[in-house]
């Protein structure tokens, strides 16, 4: 090609390149820059120089019809073509993008883009020029012969690109070239002559430095227009910037660049001098802040060990690696932890890049905007509460957005208790409440997806393979069966399934188990297939049957608090679980057998009081056991025989989540009453603070009443306890409120009044209904 | 290097590799700092092997990242002192023995760290026969390694520092800070010359003992020497060391010594993880750190027992007794853990059946 078209060929997302090309574009003043990059973005490039757009920023592409086949094209601060981009619009000179139009591979139906990028410029090449220059680590090289590489003074500002355009040539002499890549190179040669027709003299085009080769050759307008019939029809593209992270520009996969240290390069391209001292200076506050005794000195000497390395490994300056290798000998004190830190925040470091409002919309936004109209759901930042009948269509409609959102992230309704006081699961109560920055979360989740739903069963298979333990497995089951993401669901049971076989500790096995039942019992609200679902919860419930009491053996006061709330959990769990393979009478059977491992040499030898008083308790809620045996029970804790400590664990977690027992059975708190009377005065002092927490939790009603018992006088005469009143019921007086009770238990009313007659079940003795278990005990 | 033979149970570094480093110092021509035999970079090809342009072969001394050796080579040209931690086995000595041996060809200079090193050790000592005659001079002084390493210039190495009580330690502080010693009794100083570094290696496993201070630690750039990554890595390792053990204890060579080390260096590096090679099953991990000396001499052990008692072939019953010997240290817990690897592991395994019966056999 003549002289007035210069080729820039660099390397995507390298400082060096970057910098290289703003001086030579300098030197060149073009009057029309040319970009590789989707034509698609033309329009909106002109938003580039606007003041709120800051890099790191992504132009995403998807077809009109269809949010889910999209790309993306990162840019960096520190990319060369994002400099191009700056440089023609400052200066008003025209800016042409001259790749492929995306249109073309979203109707092949690729996801195109994000790979071609990377393809642009594929490892291969650079591997083989290394290994020509004798280097047996690609990257380094190339850091070394050019991104690091700072131009002397007076040295021509185009000779670099000559230096590389020449090796490529050299490389690209056997092919090598993919279709794909021959059709974009003719495409882009198009574009070029078109540039040329329009009367451009200097035209600057910068591009992967793979094409540099490719476009230097002028082959014929028909050869090129051969290559390019084989492309299928364009499709209806939308194309808009959003706002990427660096954490996204160093992810390998996906919508990644596979840059590994985004926040280096961000530096390399902001200093201008020796960038070691400010980098390192950085690297030391950010280790002062998290605690890490850090001083001056120590930056002085990891410069100098640095350079030093660098020396040694013979690099032109120091790297990376070099750099590193100082934070860690000489700031971490060789810890790879500290360093980690040092990694994560600085190498990749944090920055959030923004976009200009006036930029078109995401296709995830989009998306939520549609729903929150068709849902009429608007977003307000003042809170306003939220009823949902879960029957209703749209009611259910909107309860699956709140919860896929809440998925991604954002928590615009948070579940609320119920107002209207109903506990049925037919209901759900959100708080809504809209912010700012929730746009930011959904350009960030933009990743996972371009509709609300597709978006959320990527975060939840993506959570799903990431989790490491199993209650935020059956958590995020819940949230799939509330929100609905059906094809979430296999993926995430297959993870559920292989976690749950692996895992021992019943800890672990009941912290999950409650979210899995939840999940089961909403399944059969929303008609969901759970049968997968209940064959793993059942054998978690029979795993933590038949791990529990040796678990609970040999617990400390702190072990055996944790471990009390899991039982209550467990015990509620298998309750809803039902079932009829006798899956609770199982569970009662380990109850027993719980109660029953009295510690026999020191408390290492059974299970702590507190648990066998709060198997005893739920034995006892559930009819299981006679009142009587369980006041012989805690006879038999309280004699003198046992240790007093362990006997007031027994009894806190007998009474805990409900003290009506107490009024009921006035026995029982004769029991107590004499127990205490009796206690040593010095075992007293150690005994207060057990039995106040306890008695504390009791409803205040139930207090006062036990207060004013003791109070009056002698406990142990039961008889004249009100447990015999109550035996005087007027049965004319009962008899009338039975057809209301038999209309709300929708029995029919015949049976209620036969049943009056009858004595009713476990007549002769009161039942308490359960309480919540107060898990702040 | 095998032509020096001498009666000498082990050769220092600089006499075992003496061919070597003479050959690194003749085509060495990159920059010295003042008073190294060797380039920084003739120092870390020493450590890590290579070949010279002349066919010279340099044998790896140390195998492993390189990065740690070259990091480890380059504080020593800088004015900080080299800390190179590690849990026990992991060639902490062996590294600084043969940096102290390339870099001033003198590895010598020890103060072997213990919880009764005096201050002495560190700084100097009197003759005291000199100190009752003539009074405290110079002549009756008796300088402590350290001491002679700053006068000429040397690398000198303390190990395990972290055992030193700290008012010991504390002394260091000036030397590496200052770059001298100050002799108050004579109204003196010895001064570090050019070339001088310390070398102190520490333990992790029981860094507890005595914990150095910041102002301290703060002198010393920290190098961790790590695990051996990989079980070739390991293997070659233990390879190496009872290669050159054997010959300096005149062992005979045998055969069938490459597949049990390699079964000792999977048992151990199962036992270490906790997990199979093939990662499929879980073991529990012993009390023992397991470490790559212990498997070398563990192989070195079954070496002798082969020669000297057995047919001369070095098979499964001759490392059993050893490999039982590293696993169980506790009594009670290590027996356990021992038993359910050997049946639970060992006894699947193909091609282990020798070894299963030899670990049942011996089995207390």
Redesign the interface.
Known sequence: MSAEVTLLGVRHHGPGSARAVAAALERLRPDAVLVEGPPEAEPILGLAAAKDMVPPVALLAHAADDPARAAFWPYAEFSPEWVAIRHAVDRGVPLRFIDLPAGHSFAEGGDGGAEEEDAALPRDPIARLAEAAGHDDPERWWEDVVEHRRPADGEDALAPFAAVAEAMAVLREDGGASLRDRQREAYMRGRIRAARRAGHHRIAVVCGAFHVPALERTPTVAEDRALLAGLPKKVRTEITWVPWTHRRLSQLSGYGAGIVSPGWYHHLHRTDGDPLPGWLTRAAGLLRAEDHPVSSAHVIEAVRLARALAGLRGRPLAGLTETLDAVRAVMCEGSDVALALVRDRLVIGDALGSVPEDAPAVPLQRDLARLQRTLRLKPAPEPRELDLDLRKETDAARSRLLHRLRLLGVDWGVPVRSQVASTGTFRESWRLCWQQEFAVRIAEAAQWGTTVERAAVGKAVGTARAAAELAELTGLVETCLVADLAEALPAVMRVLADLAALDTDVAHLARALPALVRALRYGDVRGTDHTALGEVAGGLADRIRVGLPPACTGLDAAGAAAMRVHLDEVHGAIGLLGGDDGLADRWAGTLRSLARREPTGGPATGVPGLLRGRAVRLLLDDGRLDPAEAGRRLGLVLSTAGSPADAAGWIEGFLSGGGTLLLHDPRLLGLLDAWLTGVPAAVFTDLLPLLRRTFATLEAGVRHTVGSRVAAGPLDSGDAGPAAEAAEVDLARAGAALPVVALLLGLPAGAAAGSGAEAPPGAGRPRIPRQAGGRDT | MTDLVTDVLRQHAEDAFAAELAALAARDDRPRPERWRLS??AV?TYLLGGELDDGTVITPKYIGPR?VV??A???L??D?AL?L?GVPGTAKTWVSEHLAAAISGDSTLLVQGTAGTPEEAVRYGWNYARLLTDGPSREALVPSPLMRAMADGRIARVEELTRIPADVQDSLITILSEKTLPIPELGTETQAVRGFNVIATANDRDRGVNELS?AL??RF????LPLPGSLEEEVDIVTRRVEQLGRSLQLPELPGGAQEIRRVVTVFRELRAGLTADGRTKVKTPSGTLSTAEAISVVTNGMALAAHFGDGVLRAGDVAAGVIGAVVRDPAADQQVWREYVEGVVRERDGWQDFYRAARENAR
């Open positions: 920084p970079w870390a990065r070259e990091v080579v380059t504080t040209a800088t900080r800390l931690l910041s630690r703060r750039n920290t190098v961790v």
